[in-house]
Nanobody, 126 residues
């Protein structure tokens, strides 16, 4: 299983960005795709996730109402639409895949995810 994150960049506070995570290999309906982020000097934290099987989603409180996760199964791609960005959203964003049975209890916990892509940097200027 391989994941490729893209779409990061520099944006002003209040702006928007859309990240993409393209998966390859065997990523079946048993998997959940998650977005995580890591700011300098901080631990990696869960942002959002979506289940391949039924599209059910979860969000961190810090991004609810501003970020939207979605998927396009035909393109094997999961998106993270980020609106109303704040300087505190600045981080390297990663996507990851984990088995639904293993992530179900705590779907935004990094330890639940087995496969990780490289990160894409998001910088929000004030």
């Amino acid at each position: 299983v391989q994941l490729q994150a893209s779409g990061g960049g520099l944006v002003q506070s209040g702006g928007s960005l859309k990240l993409s995570c393209t998966t390859s290999g065997f990523v079946s309906d048993y998997y959940v795709i998650g977005w995580f982020r890591q700011a300098p000097g901080m631990q990696r934290e869960g942002v959002s996730c979506i289940a391949n099987s039924d599209g059910s989603t979860a969000y961190a409180d810090s991004v609810k109402g501003r970020f939207t996760i979605s998927r396009d199964p035909a393109k094997n791609t999961v998106y993270l639409q980020m609106n109303s960005l704040k300087p505190e959203d600045t981080a390297v964003y990663y996507c990851a895949a984990g088995l639904r049975a293993e992530v179900a209890a705590t779907p935004l916990a990094t330890i639940r995810y087995k496969y990780w892509g490289q990160g894409t940097l998001v910088t929000v200027s004030s």
